[in-house]
Nanobody
Framework: VQLQASGGGLVQAGGSLRLSCTAPGRTFVTMGWFRQAPGKEREFVAAVSWSGGSTYYEDSVKGRFTISRDSDKNTVHLQMDSLKPEDSAVYYC??????????????????WGQGTQVTVSS
């Protein structure tokens, strides 16, 4: 299953970007976003449970990022506002059909998108 991510780009600090990730014809229990900056490990950003819509965020993005799902289109969005230079990274969408409490653990996820670059200039 190939997840298709889009929406990255270059933006000034304080600006906004919206990432999208779709998996045509597939449904999952949880979809989320991770990011990886050069020289750093991949880190959790946000996740959403498909049934019920519960959302989960990494502390540094709470209040700035919003994850949402479009059930009809099997698409998850990540609205990123008030972006900071430290948000710069390659962002990966991820999905799983399994149930896990560890929404922030990359090992929970079975399917990954190709990554989209987000660059925030100061």
């Amino acid at each position: 299953v190939q997840l298709q991510a889009s929406g990255g780009g270059l933006v000034q600090a304080g600006g906004s970007l919206r990432l999208s990730c779709t998996a045509p014809g597939r449904t999952f229990v949880t979809m989320g976003w991770f990011r990886q900056a050069p020289g750093k490990e991949r880190e959790f950003v946000a996740a959403v449970s498909w049934s019920g819509g519960s959302t989960y965020y990494e502390d540094s993005v709470k209040g700035r990022f919003t994850i949402s799902r479009d059930s009809d289109k099997n698409t998850v969005h990540l609205q990123m506002d008030s972006l900071k230079p430290e948000d710069s990274a390659v962002y990966y969408c991820a999905a799983t059909r399994g149930y896990s409490y560890a929404k922030d653990d990359h090992r929970t996820y079975d399917y990954w998108g190709q990554g989209t670059q987000v660059t925030v200039s100061s």
